[in-house]
């Protein structure tokens, strides 16, 4: 087989164009290319890195969604991975966590509502993966979400039903429930309230609780964390729990956090939301006793940030893959996939203008669907390079612009990629 790989890869990428130095193009549709074709690009960088992320410039558009589709089954198949990890909030993907566990043994109506913004287009993927799991019941699937969007009552209550059996001491229960915000509250509207009492200084809540509050979700998160990887060392019943503990408290400082600082510091507010991603990450490997993973997620969310970049003007945000390699030190493999017209259902993109516009650039010579590296020869004619990532009006770039080997390890390419039918969705915000 190892004989045909120098053939294929110039099969590959052999074109009628000029096609750029350092640039596959595929020749069929992303749910066509074969095994043998993505191994020829992808095995070596995929058979050394615990996390293989996937990030999308743009939410529910259809050409992302089928060679995301794509990669995740032939990494399931080829690479045995089996926990995907999805942008989708910690507790409300529980439901889509237990369908796709419910595959093993029948096949019932797929909870796509519970996805942010789901299409036509996201369907096949989990239609495959019910299918896989019904073929192998013994060693099937997961999924959880790892984002911070949930109802933070239900996190609350959590903590309270979960933290005696996990060992934690009850004064430390007890001083969650007196100094952190809204845990008296149940509803949205009560939860507006909290946030309409705004301080002085932009912040939303009042400082001395709110770092009192971290502290002590902190010494939840460890302590149950702590407890978890205990009871599964020693095969006790529990261990569980303790993880479900353990992210519930690192949800809880991201989404206060973010909110938080949401109206004096986009930097540290963003950033405490892509952190508690990279916790939850990191917890729900070590939950479900997984070495490796499949994380997807909008680009901004796994990129490395190794060097500064400006995400949509906010500044150098950082992302979540950032902080689980922060965390773990373990090694993750992340591709970008990114268009020159693209739509989904954040809206329509702009066209790229920039000379430096790396769309632009595959655009213009000729390439429709393609891979490439971060080292491809191509992107040394630039030392940055924009990537669409914005539906900014007028004549201004927008988007991000990256120093493509400090945040992607490889890039796929679509000339154009489009919304698909949009389903309905539950809240993203407020669910």
């Known amino acids: 087989m190892k004989s045909f790989v120098p053939i294929i890869a110039f099969f590959l990428s052999a074109s009628a164009f000029g096609a750029l130095p350092g640039v596959t193009e595929f020749k069929t549709t992303p749910e066509k290319i074969t095994d043998i074709e993505l191994s020829t690009l992808l095995r070596a960088h995929v058979a050394s890195a615990d996390v293989i992320a996937i990030g999308e410039t743009v939410h529910g558009s259809s050409a992302f969604l089928g060679i995301q589709a794509r990669l995740i089954r032939y990494l399931v198949a080829n690479h045995g991975l089996r926990l995907i990890v999805w942008e989708n909030p910690a507790l409300r993907s529980l439901e889509f966590a237990r369908w796709v566990s419910s595959c093993t043994k029948a096949r019932t109506p797929v909870p796509i509502a519970v996805l942010y913004m789901p299409t036509t287009a996201d369907l096949p993927l989990w239609d495959w993966v019910c299918n896989y799991n019904l073929a192998h019941p013994g060693d099937p699937i997961l999924f959880r979400g790892m984002d911070i969007w949930d109802r933070p009552w239900e996190h609350y209550a959590r903590i309270r039903a979960l933290g005696t059996a996990a060992g934690i001491s009850p004064l430390v229960i007890k001083s969650i429930e007196t100094s952190c915000p809204a845990t008296q509250s149940s509803s949205w509207p009560e939860i507006d309230m909290v946030f309409g009492q705004q301080q002085h200084d932009g912040k939303v809540f009042p400082e001395a609780g ?212 949009a389903l309905p969705q539950r809240p993203m915000w407020q669910p």
């Open 210 to 421: 709110y770092e009192k509050c971290r502290t002590h979700l902190n010494t939840l998160l460890n302590t149950a964390r702590q407890s978890g990887m205990e009871k599964k060392q020693k095969k006790e019943s529990g261990s569980d729990d303790a993880f479900e503990l353990a992210i519930s408290a690192s949800t809880m400082l991201g989404w206060l956090g973010f909110y938080h600082h949401e109206r004096s510091d986009d930097i540290l507010s963003w950033n405490e939301r892509d952190r508690a991603q990279g916790r939850n990450l990191m917890l729900m490997m070590e939950k479900h006793d997984a070495k490796r993973a499949i994380l997807s997620a909008h680009t901004s969310h796994v990129s490395h940030n190794r060097s500064r970049a400006d995400w949509w003007g906010y500044g150098d945000l950082k992302s979540g893959v950032y902080f689980f390699s922060e965390l773990t030190q373990k090694k993750v493999f992340n591709i970008a996939l990114t268009a020159y017209e693209a739509s989904g259902t954040q809206g329509y993109w702009s066209l790229p203008t920039a000379s430096n516009s790396m769309d632009k650039k595959l655009h213009d010579a000729g390439h429709t669907f393609s891979y490439f590296a971060s080292n491809a020869a191509f992107l040394t004619e630039h030392s940055t390079w924009w990537m669409q990532n914005q539906n900014f009006p007028g004549p201004h770039e927008s988007g991000v612009e990256i120093t493509p080997r400090d945040h992607f390890d490889a890039f796929i390419f679509f000339d154009q990629s489009s919304l698909d039918k």
